[in-house]
């Protein structure tokens, strides 16, 4: 039987043999791996790119104290990013599947409609959920915009969600159940980071305190944003940490998933704090393209 | 005579596009065709699967008629001299159609002129110039681009393209790819490419590849396996809008069945037909007293199950989802609808009006004054506030959070779990109806006063915010929350006014505003739920329109009786007397005069005024009991003395104070007559037609 870590190295080395870059994780809280720069700021602009990489993804208001099986705060994602999408990029997809022992002449494969958006990344796309015997295995995205900017060249995202194909490999019912390896199960490894989390998340997270660390986030990467606006000459342009900007910006939407696990969002402060998350996101996505073809019209 | 087959490749197209993308693919072709010319007689069809859209024409004519055209020159006059020798004029015209001087003719009109034949054009040309074209203008709800910026829109990427006219391809560009004659199987169960010839041997090798191109045939397939697979004595839960979407979600569709654990039945059976119907897509099985079993229907986009392997996936997935629910609903469980009427402080109803708790204060206090409005003994009236203060309490719950789709319901269930008692749950568990134009209203008075105080305050909060709706922009659905107000009061009969309604939601300045819109909505009811002919619609609404329920009465009667010869010609008196009173009214002739009896003139006018007193004093009592038909026969009964009235008398004669007194006579009968509708309005019916 594969285990869990045997899927994740098969997908790779698939993914590798097609072409892509295999990076591993981005060091920020995120809570998808389509928050990472290696998608949010590789999507941008006209240059080609292929990449994958697992993104653990943080979801406060997901956690259940590790009491129910199928939700977790923390879930694995495994992200790849296909740049322009290639013809054959569903049959690319398909084959993966088979890379993993799943034959799909013998299950129900459907790809049904479903649309991604991100208020807060300024992003959406069309596609479909990947069903598999009817579990949502895959979400499948034609991105058509990010932070608020039509796409020059479409990407396919493909979003593995790990646990979930782990579990259904395995024929476990619980994600808890998984073999991580021959040895430990899933609950061995992360059981611990559920239950301490969800706790933190809906119980012990100091609200004042991370409104303030929000504010002081949102603050270190407007104060950035105006500052690049200012630079004019073109070496200070092209060393701008506009990547420390973009982390700034994802604090700032981590921070506030956490907020509103902790129930310290009103309904009505929503749709405000979304905004400002987005404002950011836009800010930088704005100036990253403009620094990108900076960079390009120096190089020619 | 030609036959065309295109077929569009796609990626999966949403299952709930595809009927629309048929019939909008096949109106475009044949508008396409009558545009080229090319319309006579051809037989067009378009099936589709998800990831294939095919259209086959028919007897397509091979090419465009020949047409002739005829240009005009100059005159013959200037065109040629005395001798019959062609002028510069002639020379110019021949010269610019490019034909010697001599092949022009003379008109009729004396004007020189050219027949030119033109050549239809072959209708391959033809459609390869315009299929592309064609395909990219059906229309979709959402549309993507897939190449770069600016590049062609379609639903999905279309990744192959067959257009083949009499089995040669037809060459042409389909947004980057280039028609051919290869199409593909299904994704897993067929190959491809596969080389086509025409339409026969294309059906040939789609059938050979696990793809059925026929969507009547995938649903048959569907419901004869299910039937074939279910246990004796039970039967699928019917839903023909899940099966047009596994129609649409497959091209060789499979029936499955799979089984739960019988404990699940103790969940509400709201929940768990959520859960199986719209997130898993799975049919319902019910046994022979229509009760819910541990069953259901899957239907796989494969071949089959024969090791039983895509059954248990299913199983464990609805496992999870049920296992889920029953987590909510113990959960829940925890605080009452009750202890989470101050959660709702939390949960924003729309930013200026506040929370819900905000809006649940509004909807008791609509409730309250409906009460009194409708006359509702103390018991009815505290089961609605009852309902009313815990109604929207189970947008706190983690089972609506999960089943949004089930707010209300899963209030009413939770209510009866924690004791309410039934009038009060079932009122909180309909006061969202009715939902569309022909869903039921709430079953009890309570859950009517329940439903009309949520959708009132809402509509008098919205307009007076001046977030009035047009026919276009309607993002709050204040309009049906507004026809949901008239189905409430009229198909349950609730004798309150427009005004009343108005005044309980509270619209501030823009009263009149919610007073028209409502009126417009019993309009509508009237002649689409109602079935009443426009006049008769506008006929009972002159008489009075206060009263929704009444003006239902009135027009019930009104369509009973209209078609009696004796109110065909009433209506026509009628129309006589509103003229004689209106010239009168120009012609200022008209003043506030009582009834002088004395000036009546004997014989028909005084028999008139005498069968009058009588017959408004039954009307009068009719009335009362609401017998609108009695009264509109009362009315009937004055035909022979009207038109007595009419042959003997002249209303404006010279005497101008029997003139006066005349009109007064008239213009007092219009409106004794007039309480139940304007007779005027009804039109003759000449043709003698049924109507309402």
């Not at chain 2, 109803?349 to 009460?371: I, P």
């Not at chain 2, 706190?396 to 319901?409: A, H, N, R, S």
């Not at chain 2, 105080?453 to 915010?465: P, R, V």
Request: hydrophobic content about 40%; proline content about 4%.
């Amino acid at each position: 039987m594969l285990t869990f870590q045997d899927i994740v190295m098969r997908l790779k080395v698939y993914w590798a043999r097609q072409g892509c870059i295999v990076q591993e994780p981005f060091d920020c809280e995120v809570g998808a791996g389509t928050m990472c720069p290696e998608t949010f700021l590789r999507v941008l602009g006209p240059d080609p790119y292929r990449v994958a990489y697992v993104q653990p993804s943080r979801r406060p208001a997901d956690g259940r104290y590790g009491e129910n099986p199928n939700r977790l705060y923390k879930h694995m994602q495994l992200q790849v990013i296909l740049k322009p999408a290639p013809e054959d990029v569903v049959e690319l997809y398909l084959k993966s599947l088979e890379e993993i022992g799943i034959d799909l002449s013998r299950h129900d494969c459907k790809l049904e409609e479903d649309n991604w958006e991100s208020p807060t990344l300024g992003a959406w796309g069309v596609g479909w959920q990947v069903m598999l015997d009817g579990l949502e295995i895959t979400q499948f995205t034609y991105f058509q915009q990010c932070g608020g900017l039509d796409l020059d060249v479409v990407p396919a995202e493909l979003t593995y969600g790990l646990e979930r194909l782990a579990a259904f490999i395995q024929n476990v019912d619980s994600i808890y159940e998984i073999r991580w390896n021959d040895r430990w199960t899933y609950a061995d490894v992360r059981l611990a980071d559920e239950e301490q989390y969800s706790t933190y998340n809906f119980e012990e997270a100091d609200v004042e305190f991370v409104w303030k660390e929000f504010d002081l986030h949102e603050a270190e990467c407007r104060r950035l944003l105006g500052r690049y606006g200012d630079s004019s000459d073109p070496v200070d342009r092209r060393r701008f940490p506009l990547l420390a900007a973009f982390d700034q910006t994802l604090k700032c939407s981590h921070l506030f998933n956490t907020l509103q696990a902790r129930g310290a969002i009103s309904v009505t402060e929503r749709a405000q704090v979304i905004q400002r998350v987005r404002n950011l996101a836009v800010g930088v996505a704005t100036a990253w393209v403009h620094q990108q073809r900076a960079a390009r019209d120096e190089a020619a | 005579m030609s036959d065309l087959l295109l077929e569009v490749g796609t990626e999966e197209i949403p299952a709930r596009m595809i009927s629309g993308a048929r019939r909008d693919l096949k109106r475009r072709f044949i508008d396409c065709l009558r545009d080229l010319g090319l319309e006579g007689g051809a037989r067009v069809s378009v099936e589709a699967t998800p990831r294939r859209l095919a259209l086959f024409a028919d007897g397509l004519p091979r090419k465009q008629e020949d047409r002739v055209v005829t240009l005009r020159g100059p005159s013959r006059k200037v065109g040629f001299d005395a001798d019959g020798n062609p002028t510069r004029a002639a020379l110019g015209f021949a010269r610019k159609a490019g034909v010697p001087v001599g092949e022009l003719e003379s008109g009729a009109d004396g004007r020189l002129m050219l027949r030119r034949r033109i050549a239809g054009r072959g209708t391959g040309g033809l459609l390869a110039e315009r299929l592309a074209q064609v395909v990219l203008a059906v229309r979709f709800p959402r549309s993507m681009y897939w190449e770069g910026k600016g590049s062609p829109r379609f639903i999905r990427p279309i990744r192959w393209v067959v257009a083949l006219l009499d089995g040669e391809v037809l060459p042409f560009e389909l947004a980057g790819v280039v028609s051919g004659h290869s199409t593909w199987g299904h994704r897993r169960l067929g190959s491809g490419p596969l080389a086509v010839s025409g339409a026969e041997s294309y059906r040939r090798a789609l059938g050979d590849n696990a793809v059925i191109l026929s969507s009547e045939e995938r649903s048959r397939k569907i419901l004869c396996e299910a039937e074939a697979i279910l246990p004796a004595g039970c039967r699928l839960r019917k839903n023909s809008r899940l099966l047009e979407t596994l129609v649409n979600e497959t091209e060789f569709p499979t029936a499955i069945l799979g089984s739960f654990d019988p404990g699940y039945l103790s969940l509400p059976e709201e929940v768990l037909e959520t859960v199986m119907l719209v997130h898993q897509k799975y049919f319902a099985v019910e046994d022979g007293s229509g009760a819910m079993t541990n069953r259901f229907v899957a239907v796989a986009n494969s071949g089959g199950d024969a090791t039983g392997e895509i059954q248990r996936g299913h199983e464990r997935v609805l496992r999870a989802r049920f296992n889920d629910a029953r987590f909510f609903w113990d959960f829940d469980q925890r605080s009452t609808l009750l202890e989470r009427v101050e959660d709702l402080k939390a949960v924003t109803f729309q930013a200026a009006l506040g929370s819900y708790w905000d809006k649940t204060e509004s909807n008791l206090e609509a409730a309250r004054a409906l009460a009194i409005a409708l006359g509702l003994n103390t018991e009815v009236a505290e089961r609605a506030q009852r309902a009313v203060r815990l109604a929207k309490c189970d947008l706190t719950t983690e089972m609506v959070g999960e089943f949004p789709e089930l707010q209300g319901k899963i209030g009413g269930l939770y209510a009866t779990a924690q004791g309410e008692g039934g009038h009060v749950a079932h009122a909180i568990y309909d006061h969202y109806l009715p939902l569309g134009a022909a869903g039921p209203v709430p079953r009890s008075t309570a859950g009517c006063v329940a439903s009309l105080a949520d959708k009132l305050s809402t509509l008098g909060g919205m307009f007076g915010l001046g977030l009035i709706p047009t026919s276009s922009k309607d993002p709050l659905a204040l309009r049906r929350a507004a026809f949901g107000v008239i189905r409430i009061v009229v198909e349950s009969a609730m004798p309150v006014s427009l005004n009343r309604l108005v005044e309980i939601s509270r619209a501030g300045k823009h009263e009149t505003h919610l007073h028209s819109y409502l009126l417009e909505r019993l309009r509508h009811w009237l002649q689409t739920r109602g079935g009443f002919s426009a006049d008769v619609v506008q006929a009972v609404l002159a008489a009075s329109d206060a009263v929704p329920v009444d003006v239902l009465s009135r027009a019930r009667a009104l369509a009973a009786v209209r078609t009696t010869p004796d109110f065909e010609s009433l209506a026509v008196s009628f129309k006589r007397i509103r003229n004689i009173l209106e010239h009168a009214e120009v012609a200022g002739s008209i003043g506030a005069h009582e009834l002088d009896t004395d000036l009546l003139e004997q014989g028909a006018e005084a028999e008139l005024h005498a069968a009058l007193q009588s017959v408004a004093i039954r009307i009068a009592e009719h009335n009362a009991r609401q017998d609108y038909e009695a009264s509109l026969r009362e009315i009937a009964v004055l035909r022979p003395a009207l038109d007595r009235y009419f042959d003997d008398v002249l209303v404006m004669t010279d005497d101008e104070a029997v003139r006066r007194n005349r009109l007064a006579f008239l213009a007092g009968l219009l409106v004794k007559l007039s309480t139940i509708a304007d007779f005027a309005i009804i039109a003759p019916d000449p043709a003698g037609k049924k109507r309402r």
